[in-house]
Structure formats: C-alpha cells, structure tokens
C-alpha cells in the first residue's frame, strides 16, 4: 500500500491594499514634485541671466538650422536699433505694449468674441514662446507661457524684452532678428532703418515666410502705410514711453 501524494493547495496572492499603496502614491506625488521643481528652477535660473544676456540659439531656429542648413542671425543691443523699428513693432503686434503686464485683456475678449486668437498674443507672450519655449498649439505650451509670461514681466523692464523680442522675431526665412533682417532685405544696419523700413519689416512679422519686406506685396504696402501712422500715434500718445530712452 502507498501513501497517495499530498494535495498541496496554493494560498491566494495578498493585493496590495489601500495602506500598502499610500507609500507608493506619496513616492510618485514626491518625485512629481521635485521635477516640477527642477524645471520652475530651470526657467528661474534662464530668466534671470537672459535678463542681461543675449539668448542663445533656441529651439525653432535650431529646427530651421537642420532643415534649411543654416541661418541669418545676428544680436545688437536696443541702442543700434533704430527708435522707428521699435515703435513699429510695437504698433504692428501690441499697440499695448506698455499698458499691460504681459496679457492684453481687451485683445483676448475681442479675439474670444470673432472666435480667432489673431491679435490676441503679446509682443511679451511671443518672446517668451520664442525664448524659452517651443513653436506649435498645445495645452502645455500655452499652459507654460502663462505661467512664464507673468514672471518675465516681474523680472525684465520693458524695455529688455522689446530689444530681446526684436533680436529674436522671425523676418524672412532662416532670417532671424531686426539686424540680419535689416542687412537681408535692405542691406543696411538696424540702426539706419528708415520709417519706411522698419514698417515694412514689422509688417512681415505676423507671417515671414509668406510675406516679403524686400518685395513687398500689395497687402504689404498697406499693412506698411497702417504701421507707418500707428507708429507716429503711439509716440505722440505716449505709448512708446516704456521702452524710449
């Protein structure tokens, strides 16, 4: 007679239950944290030096590098920019631009009532995508730059972030900044640009790759006629004080 094997039965696996996930979950909450906390250092740490340093290469013109082989890009400080281009720019993108704290709230309602975002984004909010973020419409991208907007606003005067704005705007393609553009399309400096000029230069900005300033379309030349008054108006007005020495 043999002994019949023994039934051996397998105990049921133990879930981890709610005390034994709560670790977990404050680990996750806890590394989440310090990520966060990396990247808000990060971007504290690159406003504070673009606050007197020139930026460099960002992520867009690293793009246009690959894809076209090479750009046009060259910094001058706001003293070698003609006071026209600036008061251009400004007329042409953010007639606001010193009223406001980096959102144009009345731009945003009238934009949310066409049902568009044309007009609605900041000389501010542009640099900042350009600067410190990334081209294209995403939750997180818009979702950053008003977060950031706000801070760069706090940190830099006017006045930086129109000569930071200005070196960095696309006005052609692959050409990057009022200086390069200045040289690109009339062959003279920043600093020589004459009303005419820097009108149509600012004229570009809202589409430079669709739009010329050295063959300006009929568009072209009426944006240029409509930011040649606008710019005269916001220096009379007083609207060009924040960023005029």
């Not at 026209?84 to 949310?112: K, Q, T, Y």
């Amino acid at each position: 007679m043999t002994d019949s094997p023994e039934k051996t039965t397998r105990k049921p696996r133990k879930t981890a239950g709610p005390k034994a996930q709560a670790p977990l979950k404050r680990r996750a909450l806890r590394w989440a944290g310090r990520i966060a906390g990396g990247i808000a250092a990060a971007f504290g740490v690159l406003i504070l030096l673009f606050s007197f340093l020139p930026p460099p290469i960002n992520l867009y013109q690293l793009g246009e590098t690959a894809r076209l082989g090479g750009i046009e890009k060259d910094w001058v400080p706001m003293e070698e920019i003609a006071p026209v281009m600036a008061r251009s720019a400004v007329a042409a993108e953010d007639a606001n631009f010193c009223l406001h704290w980096g959102f144009d709230m009345a731009a945003i309602r009238e934009a949310v009532a066409e049902g568009s975002n044309r007009g609605a984004s900041t000389i501010s909010q542009q640099m900042v995508k350009n600067v410190f973020l990334w081209h294209g419409r995403s939750w997180l991208r818009k979702a950053l730059e008003g977060l950031l907007t706000p801070v760069v606003e706090t940190v830099w005067t006017k006045r930086r972030i129109l000569e930071v704005y200005l070196n960095v705007a696309e006005f052609g393609e692959g050409v990057f900044g009022v200086q390069a553009a200045a040289q690109h399309h009339f062959g003279v400096d920043a600093r020589d640009l004459t009303a005419t000029q820097a009108a149509r230069l600012a004229a570009v900005l809202p589409d430079p790759k669709g739009r010329s300033a050295s063959n300006p379309s009929n568009f072209v030349r009426s944006r240029t006629r409509a930011i040649l008054s606008g710019a005269e108006t916001i220096a009379a007005d007083g609207r060009a004080g924040c960023f005029q020495e």
